[in-house]
């Protein structure tokens, strides 16, 4: 912005400096004024803009310290699962198998209607009290 500000005072001084026909000066005086007006926008709004860019900086650090304290509850995850169709956000449990590791996404209510749940790629039981696999 400074830089275009210099352009303008050089600009003016080149002006002074210049034979103009009274018909020609009137022009390049309106267009002088224009450029300035411009200018000053231009400086306005990159004020605005930093000011804009601070406030979603601190929001961001804001939005950071608000869930740096949840990541321990990963267990539970809100969200998109692929193999369900488009329904609606629902809540998501995570489990690994216990006996290969597979991660298996339930939502709370299959969850629910299921019993005895198993690990799809091995079926063994999800939950330890069914033992008698
Ligand atoms: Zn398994």
Redesign the pocket.
Known sequence: MADIAKKLEAMKTLAGQTQMSEQYRALYQAMEAVMTEIAQQLSENERAFDEYAQIVEDMDAFLADLTSGDEDESEFEEGFDADEDEDEAEALLEFE?P????RIVYDVQSLAADAEPR?P??A?PLFDDGLDA
Request: glycine fraction near 12%; charge should be positive; include cysteine.
């Open positions: 198998c006996q290969c590791g597979y690990c790629k091995c063994a």
